[in-house]
């Protein structure tokens, strides 16, 4: 299949779009009729054909206009993109997990000539040619975060490691559920959770952390989290909040199908070979209420998930207003059928 | 844990007790770089046994021809030590986990100050390369008791910053003088016996050093003991634990699945759940709390053992 990278926008007019094939591999991300939090880590090695979770970093539709979209977010505001000092070779270790993955599973889109420490890096979307010298910051236009998360979908957080905790020092956050790097750079673990709900009471970042601090290289994870957006926006930063936070009262029984979006973020973990730190992206998939009810089992299932979840997290999420008429929405779409495991369509 | 299969291509005495192996791709394809201070698992069939010791990596975190490892002969131990020396040569296969590291180099320090004492050393042999890489200031500290014994001696470069103390030669560590008067920022990392840690930690808490800069290396091998016998909650089925064998050795040995990751008691992996303790866990590990391990109701079996009536494990 050769992709047919959109020309589409994230914020004015949202034109933003999913194809029918898009949205057949949309990653649904409830595998059941109900929804809690739980530590949903499963090894990231492949998975079905076509599907987000083939690759190890995803290269879809939408590519080429999200880049677009980060540029502008970045223009606006340069402090998305923050690396602490110490972190620089934890950019260089992500720039080389990146280019090599992308240019051995998008042979077409993307290649790597390197003779040493002499890298030659072409990008075939975005028509991007460098040559430049490896762990030589000085031969990039920026940093090697930035360089390369510039070029590729998806916010990305890198961790370092120490004292049995992982820290949020460095980061290219432009399409966030509502949280701020800028605010969280220099956290821990523990710090930048503790307005999620529920979760640590039940142990589950208590878990996760002692499952990622023994992450072993080659050996990726991945989970699926998700929450509502009003229209195609990636940025939705607490920043920007004047800007989308408004949005949510443009929800009425007749918009909500077009307007409402489910988000979902395909978020990975890597362990860095030289920097010992640990790679994050959170991979952002947006889908219009009215295209996922098209696959019946999605539009049973994510009716009874989001009536039936409880309050704390709906008011999290920040869809709490628009639960009423995002439900009644969905009912008619459900029609009490029993709904098959697993998170495909049948 | 991902792992596998390398071939032995060089094996050196160090010292009367300590030898270097090297190990690289049967098909010469490059293994996965590392950073300083990361060990590797190996694994050991001996007979009917299936050993797995950790051991820190000794050669340049950078270069992925090869990995290397210096091992101490533990002639009192469990037996994984003395299989490398006497029984594994040059050409063998052995299984080898991906290079994993829990006492990495704070990246943000100014300088690295690095004490070792004895087999300790050899964490910092890879982070020495590291540093040179990185070009950032450090200073070596290594102890051993005699200079026949001081196997780290044929690993480390010949540099102004290494500074080797050999107490038979009367030229003992003063620590005071190690931590006295290192620029603001110096992080310090220790390897070696328990009682050089605690000396470190006591020495600089008395000149004032925040706690964060303090780094040691808490890896072990699992103690030996008395035999003891523990029974599984759910199958109700009972498992003995030899004297030279850990808890995690016999649970895996009746085909028991635990998670395990450094079988040191330094990574929280194999955490297990106690539903009953009749008697005296004897807590080994750098991972559960205070309060944890008095309340008796966890124990990590890679390095924890049992004294008692009756442990039923949540297994
Ligand atoms: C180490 C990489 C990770 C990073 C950088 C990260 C970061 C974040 C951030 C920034 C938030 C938003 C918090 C806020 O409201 O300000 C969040 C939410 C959350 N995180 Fe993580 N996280 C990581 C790993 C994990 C893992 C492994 C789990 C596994 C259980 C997890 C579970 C959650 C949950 C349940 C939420 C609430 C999300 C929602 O309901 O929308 N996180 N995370
Ligand atoms: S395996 Fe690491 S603590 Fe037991």
Known sequence: ?????????????????????????????????????????????????????????????????????????????????????????????????????????????????????????????????????????????????????????????????????????????????????????????????????????????????????????G???????????????????????????????????????????????????????????????????????????????????????????????????????????????????????????GIFPD | MSAQMLRVTAREALSPLVTRFRFEHPEGAALPLFSGGAHVVVEMPDGDVLRRNAYSLISDPLDGSGYEIAVRREDGGRGGSVFLHRQVVVGDLLRISAPLNLFALDLRAKKHVMIAGGIGITPFVAQLKQLARLQMPFELHYAARSRAEAAGLALLPDLPQIHVHISDEGNRMDLGAVLGGQPLGTHVYTCGPEGLIDAVAETAARLGWPRGALHSEVFMAPPPGTPFTVTLARSGRTVTVGAHQSLLEALEAAQVPVDWSCRGGACGRCETGVSACHGQLEHHDHWLSDDEKSSQTKIMPCVSRFRGDTLILDL
């Open chain 1, 1 to 217: 299949m050769t992709l047919q990278f959109h020309d589409e926008t994230f914020r004015d007019d949202y034109t933003f779009h999913n194809s029918p094939e898009g949205i057949r591999r949309f990653p649904f991300p409830f595998d059941q009729d109900s929804y809690m939090y739980s530590v949903n880590l499963e090894p990231h090695a492949g998975g079905r054909a076509g599907s987000p979770f083939e690759k190890r970093f995803d290269v879809d539709e939408h590519y080429v206009a999200e880049m677009r979209d980060r540029e502008i977010t970045l223009r606006d505001d340069p402090l998305r993109c923050q690396s602490l000092p110490h972190m620089e070779l934890a950019g260089w270790d992500f720039l080389e997990l990146v280019m090599v993955s992308k240019s051995e599973d998008y042979p077409d889109l993307f290649e790597l000539h390197r003779d040493g420490d002499r890298w030659h890096w072409i990008n075939r979307p975005l028509g991007i040619e460098q040559r430049f010298t490896f762990l030589d910051a000085t031969t990039l236009p920026c940093g090697p975060l930035e360089y390369i998360t510039r070029q590729t979908q998806g916010d990305h957080a890198l961790l370092d490691q120490r004292e049995g905790n992982l820290w949020m020092d460095a980061g290219m956050i432009t399409s966030q559920a509502d949280w701020s790097l800028d605010f969280d750079i220099g956290m821990n673990f523990f710090e930048w959770h503790a307005p999620v709900p529920k979760a640590n009471e039940m142990g589950v970042f208590q878990r996760a952390l002692k499952f990622l601090l023994n992450l072993q290289q």
């Open chain 1, 219 to 341: 050996a990726p994870t991945r989970r699926l989290n998700w929450t509502m957006t009003v229209n195609p926006r990636l940025d939705t930063s607490p920043e920007n909040y004047h800007k989308w936070g408004p949005e949510k009262r443009t929800i009425t029984p007749a918009t909500v199908g077009s307007k409402q979006y489910l988000r979902v973020e395909l978020q990975t973990l890597w362990r860095l070979p030289r920097s010992n730190a640990i790679a994050f992206p959170i991979r952002c998939y947006l889908c219009s209420l009215e295209d996922i009810v098209t696959v019946p089992k999605w539009g049973r299932r994510l009716h009874r998930v989001l009536r039936d979840l409880p309050d704390e997290l709906a008011e999290y999420k920040g869809f709490a207003v628009n639960r009423p008429v995002i439900v009644d929405y969905l009912e008619q779409f459900d029609d009490g059928a029993e709904t098959s495991p």
